[in-house]
């Protein structure tokens, strides 16, 4: 049986969950291969003073220690600047030291799996201001890739024509009080660790690893300070 740490710190949640071919983790998002999670989904950052705290004990308490590992996967971003820092930094140290792998998964990707209606899911994260990291998924397939994008009335517009619409994360209610389209789906949510776990089996499976020393984050935007 394969073992994966998923690590999730690119926004307030700092979440880590074990992944297996059995799973068994009851979710709301029909995710099969998670088998624990464990999250702090608070208004503020604590990822430098929880992380390894949750890493060990979500280990301890399924009776496995960082020796039972296969794999380690991030989310790569994007996402916040220092979120994904600790979040990456904390990865590399551990694959390094076990010479296990590390895979790198999209946030925005991993996002849109929180989504189990069918049509076209738009996952966004805040980016300050009227800004959001965003990007399209139609059946769990991206059709516009991740980019920043300064949100207006006629954003996405050809994707809302449709009226199948699911806009999910952290950027959702400033986009939602802008359109005023309630025909769409709404669903304000962090990413977490428990959407990176079959996304990560099937990266396992495909041997879709990262090179542990020159891995950098998928910041998207340069970090400016303020």
Do not use: W
Request: charged share 20%; proline share 3%.
């Amino acid at each position: 049986m394969s073992l994966i740490l998923c690590v999730e710190t690119t926004s307030t949640n700092c979440s880590v969950a074990l992944a297996t071919e059995n799973g068994g983790f009851p979710n709301d998002y029909g995710i099969l291969h998670c088998l624990d999670v464990l999250e702090d989904n608070s208004d503020g950052y604590s990822h430098g003073e929880r992380l390894h705290i949750y890493i060990d004990e979500i280990l301890s308490r399924n009776n496995f220690s960082t020796k039972d590992l296969n794999a380690i996967a991030v989310s790569e971003g994007p996402g916040s600047y220092t979120g994904l820092r600790i979040g990456v930094a904390s990865v590399k140290g551990l694959c390094y030291a076990l010479d296990i792998p590390m895979m790198a998964i999209s946030t925005l990707e991993s996002l849109s799996q929180q989504n189990t209606s069918s049509g076209v899911t738009i996952p966004m994260l805040d980016a300050r201001r009227m800004e959001v990291y965003a990007a399209v998924f139609e059946h769990q397939i991206i059709v516009q890739e991740v980019s920043a994008v300064v949100l207006e009335k006629e954003s996405f517009s050809r994707f809302r024509e449709s009226g199948n619409l699911t806009f999910i994360g952290t950027g959702v209610e400033k986009f939602r009080e802008l359109i005023q389209e309630e025909q769409h789906r709404y669903i304000t949510s962090n990413p977490t660790a428990i959407t990176l776990c079959d996304l990560a089996i099937e990266k396992y499976k495909k041997s879709d690893t990262v090179d542990v020393a020159y891995f950098e984050p998928f910041y998207l935007k340069e970090f400016k300070a303020g």
